[in-house]
């Protein structure tokens, strides 16, 4: 059982409850994100999520995201990289872009009410040099900024991406391209990935200040 700290509207803590709890009943919570950018080929890196998860299976999304448990803070989040993509970040190596609310009634009934931590970070590595962690993710993928922001401001119907993807089969990851579209993502009211794009093409620019909302 997993318990989370939960939070009225302006932020305010009210208490602790059961992580499914608060997800049927909409208590709002606080979760982690980090988006990974690399200056070498000026990519943002997605996170091909397992078939196996409960919600939004085989959709891309942040290169690594979770829940906060009740007994720990903010910084603490940066365990999710180190989980989900299997490479070692210091919370020093992260930049903070704010606070983003997001709000979500799914169709299998979860009431999502998150307000996100939104952090970014410089990773030159190769993607072989990951260790993601097979029961959360089934692939990680770069795709360049510049068609980020073609796609996520609609100026494009379809981008391509470039990675690593697991074979269950053989038990190995692959190197894999794809042709994406706005529908292989997770779907949000917010122009959350566009935003994004523009602030990864600001960051490895090193262009300040850096924000979303």
């Known amino acids: 059982m997993e318990e989370i700290r939960i939070y009225n509207a302006n932020l305010k803590e009210l208490g602790v409850m059961e992580r499914k709890e608060a997800h049927a009943t909409g208590a709002w919570h606080i979760t982690f994100h980090c988006w990974i950018v ?3 080929n000026d990519s ?3 996170q091909l999520r ?3 998860k409960k919600n939004y299976p085989d959709m891309f999304d942040i290169s690594a995201a979770g829940h906060l448990l ?5 910084r603490d989040g940066i365990r999710e990289v180190s989980e989900e993509l299997g490479i070692a970040i210091s919370f020093d190596e992260l930049s903070f872009l704010g606070y983003r609310i997001e709000a979500d009634d799914q169709e299998n009934g979860q009431k999502n009410r998150e ?5 970014i970070s410089k990773v030159e590595k190769n993607l072989d040099e990951f260790e993601p962690q097979i029961e959360e993710v089934a692939g990680l993928m770069w795709m360049r900024i510049s068609d980020a922001l073609s796609l996520f401001s609609n100026n494009a119907s379809s981008v391509p ?3 690593i ?3 269950e089969e053989t038990r190995q990851w692959e190197q894999k391209k794809r042709i994406v579209t706005v529908a292989d993502f997770i779907p949000r009211i917010q122009q ?3 935003t994004m794009a523009i602030m990864g093409e600001r960051f490895i620019e090193n262009k300040y200040p850096l924000a979303i909302s």
């Not at 307000?115 to 952090?119: L, N």
Request: glycine share 10%; aromatic share 22%.
């Open 192 to 194: 959350y990935y566009l």
């Open 44 to 46: 943002m890196l997605f």
């Open 70 to 74: 009740a007994g720990e803070e903010v």
């Open 38 to 40: 690399n200056p070498s």
């Open 115 to 119: 307000y996100q931590a939104v952090y």
């Open 50 to 52: 397992s078939k196996g």
């Open 165 to 167: 993807v697991y074979n």
């Open 161 to 163: 991406m470039e990675g």
